[in-house]
Nanobody, 120 residues
Framework: QVQLVESGGGLAQPGGSLRLSCVAS????????MGWYRQAPGKQRELVAE???????NYADFVKGRFTISRDNAKNTVYLQMNSLKPEDTAVYYC??????????????WGKGTLVTVSS
């Protein structure tokens, strides 16, 4: 059974930093892409950043220059370093794993989310 577990969320002040981590566990041979999405109250879930196993990265425009995504393929872990946080970054951040190769096939998985609150 594949599970994604996020950590690192919490409270930060505007201009501050947080680092999110997500670990995929279970019988996993490989993961094509791992990324972060976020959802604020009353808004749709949106892509924050995604990184493939080969290191290709896709950032949302609103985080370019502030957030950095990285991953450790061997540990099936993805990170999101968030700097220069803004109040509008407040949201539940969800970890996503796309193209997860398991003994039964390829699947997509979502974590339960971790709340990031940016407030003074």
């Amino acid at each position: 059974q594949v599970q994604l577990v996020e950590s690192g969320g919490g409270l930060a002040q505007p201009g501050g930093s947080l680092r999110l981590s997500c670990v995929a566990s279970g019988t996993i041979f490989s993961i094509y892409a791992m990324g972060w999405y976020r959802q604020a109250p009353g808004k749709q879930r949106e892509l924050v950043a995604e990184i493939t196993s080969g290191g290709n990265i896709n950032y949302a425009d609103f985080v370019k220059g502030r957030f950095t995504i990285s991953r450790d393929n061997a540990k099936n872990t993805v990170y999101l370093q968030m700097n220069s946080l803004k109040p509008e970054d407040t949201a539940v951040y969800y970890c996503n794993a796309d193209g997860v190769l398991t003994p039964t096939g390829k699947y997509d998985y979502w974590g339960k989310g971790t709340l990031v609150t940016v407030s003074s």
